[in-house]
């Protein structure tokens, strides 16, 4: 596809299942992002995967996040367990080199995830 | 760590008024610097970068201006449009490989007609 895209665009869980958020990058990015956007709380750093190992995974908050990529394309974001405090807009990005590159990430428009 | 800092929202502007967005960081090193946006109903884009002191990143008719004495990207736009409706984003990034934005809190701007 032309841009980064993501599914679901909307999700609504009640406490305490599973959820899988996917993201489809841009055709030829190896760099894949995860951020978390809250209220009030800006952008939050999750993971980022360079092919298909993640260099980085600082910023997922618990044990209960996961992320996988495969074939250096497509990345799930899994959240066990699922707590109110998760509900928020997840954004993926991607870019051609990561930010060693010219620095550009393109963001998908997100997936909103309610807990209920 | 790395931080930054953008004043508090949200802000009203009227059409053709002028615009300032404080950005201020903290990082060791010399990042790169960077303001996305994201137009209601959109995905973050990319709207301007600098990547050394004194380097200006301009685009739209927006300018900001890597200053490292003031560790500042502040964002400026002389004469704002209703289309510039949006939130704006300040983010930075250390040099290097496998490096991650971070991104300040963001600010929404309402340009009224």
């Known amino acids: 596809g032309a841009g980064v895209s993501q599914s679901p665009s909307n999700k609504v869980t009640e406490k305490g ?32 995967f360079q092919g298909n190992s993640a260099p ?17 394309s497509v990345s799930t974001l899994t959240i066990q367990r699922t707590q109110q405090e998760d509900s928020a807009v997840y954004l993926c990005a991607s870019s051609f080199l990561g930010l060693a590159g010219d ?5 998908g428009e997100g997936s909103r995830l309610t807990v209920l | 760590g790395n931080s930054v800092t953008q004043m508090e929202g949200p802000v009203t502007l009227s059409e053709e008024a002028f615009l300032t967005i404080n950005c201020t960081y903290t990082a060791t090193g010399y990042p790169s610097l960077f303001w996305y946006v994201q137009y209601p109903g959109e995905g973050l884009q990319l709207l301007l970068k600098a990547t050394k ?6 685009n739209k008719g927006f300018e900001a201006t890597y200053r490292k004495e003031t560790t500042s990207f502040h964002l400026e736009k002389g004469s704002v449009q209703v289309s510039d409706s949006a939130v704006y984003f300040c983010a930075l990034s250390p ?6 934005l971070t991104f300040g809190k963001g600010i929404t701007l309402s340009v009224r007609p």
């Open chain 1, 17 to 48: 299942k599973d959820v899988e958020l996917r993201c489809d990058p841009i055709s030829g990015h190896t760099a894949l992002y995860w951020y978390r956007q809250s209220l009030g709380q800006g952008l939050e750093f999750l993971i980022y």
């Open chain 1, 56 to 72: 980085d995974k600082s910023g997922l908050p618990s044990d209960r996040f996961s992320a996988e990529r495969t074939g250096g």
């Open chain 1, 103 to 107: 620095g550009e990430l393109f963001f």
């Open chain 2, 53 to 58: 002191a004194d380097d200006k990143g301009s």
């Open chain 2, 95 to 100: 040099t290097g490989a496998n490096s991650k």
